[in-house]
């Protein structure tokens, strides 16, 4: 909250709870740190192109985090009229996301913008985490009536985008709605998804629930595992189940990690007061032996 001074500096007088967040693993090499990318959200427009670009590994991962902001997940399948018959992709997704809207769109062509639209309404806020180069800033563009964002050709290559956004803005659209473009993430680091891996895991979860005859059954070759079952059945693939522990894992490291960091700063926070009491101590003796 803000007490607003028309003719000087505003004041800051309350901040109000977040509602959702996002964030990821600094990126930088050796990074250990949390790096905020959006907060205060309706919506996690998680964008993916359906050209050659299209993995499902990397929407599970964006998922994961979209789940665990607090906010609802949105696919917005972009660069739909680059590919002839994308009803497999929608297929493969409707397996890893039950349930989450699905939105086919082209800039080119204007599908699936209308249906986009209708989440855009007056006082809702919507992010757009993706990779690089799925055409944010083409749909920023479209949905802002103006050309606000640059635009760079993919690449004939490997069909992928070049990075255009280099900051986050939030933007204010003629519908009333306001979204919050971010840079294109290369790389997409779990930081706490300790409820997100469940609702984006639902199906993984819902196996390991049903309990394995060993209550440390470490879901290999030991009888009555309730996940080698559902592999064999076919109820779970293995792909599915690999990627649940891929995720789990580097979320382990992660937390290891960050509390490894605060313990060290804990330390050196200790150490640094136990100096400056010896050298205060050390400063008085000398005085009284003056």
Request: charge should be neutral.
């Amino acid at each position: 909250m803000i007490h607003y001074v028309t003719s000087g500096d505003s004041v800051i007088c309350a901040t109000l709870p977040r509602k959702s967040y996002f964030s990821r693993r600094d990126p930088k090499p050796g990074g250990h740190l949390e790096q905020p990318v959006a907060t205060n959200f309706d919506y996690c427009f998680i964008m993916s192109s359906l050209n050659h670009d299209f993995n499902l590994s990397r929407m599970e991962r964006y998922l994961t985090t979209a789940w665990q902001s607090g906010a609802e997940p949105i696919l917005i399948l972009t660069k739909a009229d680059l590919v002839e018959d994308y009803s497999e992709q929608l297929v493969e997704l409707e397996r890893i996301a039950p349930g989450v809207p699905m939105i086919p769109l082209s800039i080119i062509s204007g599908i699936g913008l209308d249906e986009l639209k209708t989440y855009l309404q007056p006082q809702k806020t919507a992010v757009f985490p993706g990779s690089s180069g799925v055409g944010k800033s083409s749909l920023v563009n479209v949905l802002v009536g103006e050309m606000k964002m640059d635009v760079k050709d993919i690449r004939e290559d490997d069909s992928r985008g070049r990075h255009t956004t280099t900051h986050r803005e939030l933007i204010l659209l003629p519908s009333g709605a306001m979204i919050i473009d971010t840079p294109g993430m290369r790389e997409l680091g779990m930081w706490d998804v300790s409820e997100g891996l469940g609702e984006a895991f639902a199906d993984v979860e819902g196996v390991l629930q049903r309990g394995c005859r060993f209550s440390d059954c470490k879901h290999q070759t030991e009888p009555g595992c309730r996940i080698k079952d559902a592999l064999e059945t076919g109820e779970l693939s293995s792909k599915r189940w690999n990627s649940y522990l891929k995720l789990k894992r580097e979320a382990k490291v992660t937390a290891d990690k960050n509390e490894y960091m605060r313990m060290k700063h804990e330390r050196s926070k200790s150490i640094t007061k136990y100096s400056r009491e010896l050298n205060k101590e050390w400063k008085q003796g000398r005085q009284r032996h003056r």
